[in-house]
């Protein structure tokens, strides 16, 4: 079928806004119109070039919503009709990795998912006989893209699309990374550094499970008043900050913060995150994506100390059980997706919404089909 898509051709070049060609779904896969979906700063990563496992030419786009059109052969968890939401972290429920309990790392599709291609080797999409990549295993930036069945979570019907697509990402690493990663207890003191889309959702995780102290880091004072409304108790602007910022927060946080979170993706950041952690206790919690080839450091005598250092994707979640929940939470009003998309336009403005993003203006933009 013809499908609208914007593909990436090349890294640091405009995305092309064009028809190209989808196949239909094969064996265990499932052909979704995508109705919503959300720009997020890994799509501009790969997009640079800078991302190793980046191809070229692509579908990006990872933070999707939409309805099943046609389901492959053995498919039986989801129908035509069904409302999902793509996950760039499956759940096959039989992996290794699922069966342990220990982590949300699925393996099932992770060979072939990392080289752009569907689970038997192949590509879907394609334009007049060349090849084009899926992304993440998502490609949300396609009015229809195939999925494997294991990366898509069920949803309610009655989500709005272009709201719900930011759980696919955004929403759940920030929530995630502090109800599965961290598993932060009321009355904890937190330090958030980088408060944008997914510091963001670490404030109102922190806030969902009654947090004491919320403290915000960042060097953007435009970020303190959403911050605010979600949660956030202090604001510290670092070029603010006489002397250290790591005795600064340790001092705020009378000892070192119980939680440290760093969502922007500096090893510089992540060193200064896990050594604002309470002596003993303390839980350093690394969100953000450093460029390749980066390397983080501290003093071992930090962790001989007690403190922790932890990473986290996708928050934590197992996508086809922990997702359609976050979507319930939204719906019910406890958490606030709203106030976060600061723009919604139509994909053939994408390029604008990239150079929205890199303005550091705004939180989310949602592109509609
Ligand atoms: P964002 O650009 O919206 O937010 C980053 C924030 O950091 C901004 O508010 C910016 O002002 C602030 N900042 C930048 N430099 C700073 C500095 N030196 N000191 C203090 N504040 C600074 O980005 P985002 O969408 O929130 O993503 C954050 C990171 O999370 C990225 O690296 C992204 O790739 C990563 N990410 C990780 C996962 C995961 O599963 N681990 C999922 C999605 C995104
Ligand atoms: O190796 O099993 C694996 C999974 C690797 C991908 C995990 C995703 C990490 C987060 C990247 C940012 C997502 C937008
Ligand atoms: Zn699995």
Redesign the pocket.
Known sequence: MDVKAAVAYEPGKPLVVETIHLEGPQAGEVLVEIKATGV???DA?TLSGKDPEGLFPAILGHEGAGIVVEIGAGVTSLKPGDHVIPLY?PECRNCAYCLSQKTNLCQAIRATQGKGLMPNGSSRFSKNGTLIHHYMGTSTFANYTVLPEIALAKIREDAPFDKVCYIG??VT??I??VINTAKVEAGANVVV?????????VIQGCCMVGANKIIG????PS?KALAEKLGLTHFV??QEVEGDLVAHLVELTDGGADYSF?????V??MRQALECCHKGWGVSV?????EAGAEISTRPFQLVTGRVWK?????GARGRTDVPKIVDWYMDGKINIDDLITNVMPIEQINQAFDL?HS?KG??TVLTF
Do not use: Q
């Open positions: 997020c700063h890994t990563y972290t990402c955004g690493t920030g995630g990374a550094f980088g408060l944008g889309g997914i510091g963001l959702n880091v960042d060097i953007n970020k602007n670092p760093e969502c922007i993706g500096n510089n950041l690394i969100v953000g994506v450093a990473g986290t994707a996708f928050g993003m550091g939180i989310r």
